[in-house]
């Protein structure tokens, strides 16, 4: 299984989650895939021991090895420092 964790700011009215609803401001966003590709999406707030399922964050590739870009990708669209 690969992990990836980074920093992030949420966008305006926050970033749903599963289990908490929106949360906003400055983020820590986890996602792990497994040996068959599944992917896996979290956030916590910096610092925070629980992670939070972000809503529809879950997807099957078809290479697990795209698991980087894909984790590059969520933080660059979902890091909304200015909004």
Same mark, same amino acid.
């Given at each position: 299984? !690969?992990?990836?964790? !980074?920093?992030? =700011? *949420?966008?305006?009215?926050? $970033?749903? =989650?599963? @289990? *908490? +609803? #929106?949360?906003?401001? @400055?983020? @820590?966003?986890? !996602?792990? &895939? =497994? #040996?068959?590709?599944?992917?896996?999406?979290?956030?916590?707030? =910096?610092? %925070?021991?629980?992670?939070?399922?972000?809503?529809?964050?879950? &997807?099957? $590739? !078809? @290479?697990? %090895?795209?698991? +980087? #870009?894909?984790? %590059? $990708?969520?933080? /660059?669209?979902?890091?909304?420092? *200015? /909004?």
């Amino acid at each position: 299984m !690969s992990e990836y964790v !980074s920093p992030l =700011t *949420a966008p305006p009215g926050g $970033l749903m =989650t599963e @289990d *908490a +609803g #929106a949360i906003t401001g @400055d983020l @820590d966003l986890r !996602s792990t &895939c =497994t #040996a068959d590709g599944v992917v896996q999406v979290k956030v916590r707030y =910096t610092g %925070a021991e629980d992670w939070y399922r972000v809503r529809g964050g879950q &997807c099957k $590739l !078809s @290479d697990p %090895a795209d698991h +980087g #870009a894909v984790h %590059a $990708l969520l933080v /660059g669209v979902l890091n909304r420092p *200015a /909004g």
